[in-house]
């Protein structure tokens, strides 16, 4: 019995890949980390709306939500190999993959979620899309993720020496974890699907995130302590297989790519509503939220940047940002 409906599964699976046969809705596989009715989730549901309408209903989304697909860094790899023909992930575990993409994940990088979104918007956005292109991906579209901010089950963090020789999950990027070890901490780099246990059962003290992921994936159920150190405002990316793609003719590369860039609008406006419910809810189940001064943080970045900003090309990418009103 279990046999066979693996099979079915399998078999439905394989049903809603992109093979179109005349005349019929060829269904475009998506994948995302994040739970149904999360903000990202429902914006490429809505996009998987526009692409339908627009195409007379020749192509529609499915999302898999939920890491259905698989955790971020195997989604990105089926999606380079054609397997998966849409996937919404964060920044962060391109950053080995796409160089690029490690600018707008450096910590204090952006000085607000509005510098952010004019930066993502602008030509700079345009620009590190298209990088993506080298590595078997087409960028579509930059979502909100809000600030990142650590978080643990042992105590209020409010001075970066508290976070001395502590243990915090990261996604699975250098960039995460030389910013972890930068502070004086410890970075265990670990997929997303894994955090909730390792922090119940103490092989993490604590991890790192917007109010929406740390609600929606009930890491506040164990981990009580919230620091508002706001030290990374990594945009999450909408990027479609480059096989898939090929397969579209021109006309209907420019019906998704505008889709993308039309849920954006709708994404941000659901992400801003979240970030309020998301906060009301941890504290409301007992979260204690702290202060820290910035500036020691910051400067402990030094070496990050250095790092990072290895060649010209990246380090003119990162002033252009900065210098971005
Ligand atoms: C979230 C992001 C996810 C995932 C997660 C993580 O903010 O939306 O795509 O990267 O963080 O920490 O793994």
């Given at each position: 019995?279990?046999?066979?409906?693996?099979?079915?599964?399998?078999?439905?699976?394989?049903?809603?890949?992109?093979?179109?046969?005349?005349?019929?809705?060829?269904?475009?596989?998506?994948?995302d980390?994040?739970?149904?009715?999360?903000?990202?989730?429902?914006a490429?549901?809505?996009?998987?709306?526009?692409?339908?309408?627009r195409?007379?209903?020749?192509?529609s989304?499915?999302?898999?939500h939920?890491?259905?697909?698989?955790?971020?860094?195997?989604?990105?790899?089926?999606?380079?190999?054609?397997?998966?023909?849409?996937?919404?992930?964060?920044?962060?575990?391109?950053?080995?993959?796409?160089?690029?993409?490690?600018?707008?994940?450096?910590p204090?990088?952006?000085?607000?979620?509005?510098h952010?979104?004019?930066?993502?918007?602008?030509?700079?956005?345009?620009?590190?899309?298209?990088?993506?292109?080298?590595?078997?991906?087409?960028?579509?579209?930059?979502?909100?993720?809000?600030?990142?901010?650590?978080?643990?089950?042992?105590?209020?963090?409010?001075?970066?020496?508290?976070?001395?020789?502590?243990?915090?999950?990261?996604?699975?990027?250098?960039?995460?974890?030389?910013?972890v070890?930068?502070?004086?901490?410890?970075?265990?780099?670990?997929?997303?699907?894994?955090?909730?246990?390792?922090?119940?059962?103490?092989?993490?003290?604590?991890?790192?995130?917007?109010?929406?992921?740390?609600?929606?994936?009930?890491?506040?159920?164990?981990?009580?302590?919230?620091?508002?150190?706001?030290?990374?405002?990594?945009?999450e990316?909408?990027?479609?297989?480059?096989?898939?793609?090929?397969?579209?003719?021109?006309?209907?590369q420019a019906?998704v790519?505008?889709?993308?860039?039309?849920?954006?609008?709708?994404?941000?406006?659901?992400?801003?509503?979240?970030?309020?419910?998301?906060?009301?809810i941890?504290?409301?189940a007992?979260?204690?939220v702290?202060?820290?001064?910035?500036?020691?943080l910051?400067?402990?970045?030094?070496p990050?940047?250095?790092?990072?900003?290895?060649?010209?090309?990246?380090?003119?990418?990162?002033?252009?940002?900065q210098?971005?009103?």
């Open positions: 019995m279990l046999q066979f409906s693996k099979l079915a599964a399998a078999a439905f699976a394989c049903g809603s890949l992109m093979i179109g046969i005349a005349n019929a809705e060829t269904v475009l596989r998506s994948s980390t994040h739970p149904d009715g999360y903000p990202t989730v429902e490429v549901k809505y996009m998987g709306d526009l692409i339908k309408q195409t007379d209903g020749r192509y989304i499915e999302v898999y939920s890491a259905q697909l698989g955790e971020e860094k195997d989604t990105i790899e089926q999606t380079q190999a054609g397997v998966i023909d849409l996937n919404r992930v964060s920044m962060g575990p391109f950053n080995g993959i796409v160089p690029e993409t490690a600018v707008p994940s450096l204090y990088i952006f000085r607000s979620v509005e952010m979104r004019h930066v993502m918007d602008g030509p700079i956005g345009d620009e590190i899309l298209k990088a993506f292109e080298a590595h078997n991906l087409v960028g579509l579209a930059f979502y909100d993720s809000g600030a990142r901010s650590f978080y643990n089950t042992k105590k209020d963090i409010t001075s970066m020496a508290d976070m001395k020789g502590m243990k915090f999950r990261v996604i699975q990027s250098d960039v995460f974890v030389d910013m070890n930068a502070l004086g901490a410890n970075a265990t780099p670990m997929a997303y699907g894994e955090v909730y246990s390792a922090l119940q059962t103490g092989v993490i003290d604590g991890a790192e995130n917007n109010w929406p992921s740390f609600e929606s994936a009930k890491h506040y159920e164990v981990a009580k302590h919230y620091t508002l150190d706001q030290h990374q405002i990594v945009p990316v909408l990027v479609m297989s480059k096989a898939s793609w090929d397969k579209l003719t021109p006309e209907d019906i790519r505008q889709a993308a860039k039309d849920s954006v609008v709708k994404m941000r406006e659901l992400w801003d509503a979240q970030e309020k419910k998301s906060r009301d941890v504290e409301a007992g979260v204690k702290s202060e820290i001064d910035k500036q020691p910051i400067d402990a970045m030094k990050v940047y250095e790092k990072y900003l290895s060649t010209p090309e990246l380090k003119d990418l990162a002033a252009r940002i210098a971005t009103k």
